[in-house]
């Protein structure tokens, strides 16, 4: 049974910085390309961005690109989202994904 476990999200001002973790179990992570994605109140869901099995960023979205770092550390099963210069707008609840399946995810707000 694959299972996605996101922590680190909080309440953090403008321009703070966070770092999300996603643990995961079930499957061969070293073998598996995994995504972050968001969803803000009263919207879908955005691809905030992927990565490849051997741990290579393959996208983000132009709206994080530059302040987001996408990475995975293949001993540990986990993948990880820094977040940087955080503006309002990235205010979301943050899920882990692959495989088909998603998080509980771990939500982020961004307010002064």
């Known amino acids: 049974e694959v299972q996605l476990v996101e922590s680190g999200g909080g309440l953090v001002q403008p321009g703070g910085s966070l770092r999300l973790s996603c643990v995961t179990s079930?499957?061969?992570?070293?073998?598996?390309?995994m995504t972050w994605v968001r969803q803000a109140p009263g919207k879908g869901l955005e691809t905030v961005s992927i990565i490849s099995s051997a741990g290579t960023p393959a996208y983000y979205s132009d709206s994080v690109k530059g302040r987001f770092t996408i990475s995975k550390d293949n001993r540990k099963n986990t993948l990880y989202l820094q977040l940087d210069s955080l503006k309002t707008e990235d205010t979301a609840m943050y899920y882990c994904?692959?495989?088909?399946?998603r998080g509980q995810g771990t939500q982020v707000t961004v307010s002064s």
């Open positions: 079930g499957f061969i992570f070293s073998s598996t390309p």
């Open positions: 994904s692959a495989k088909g399946a």
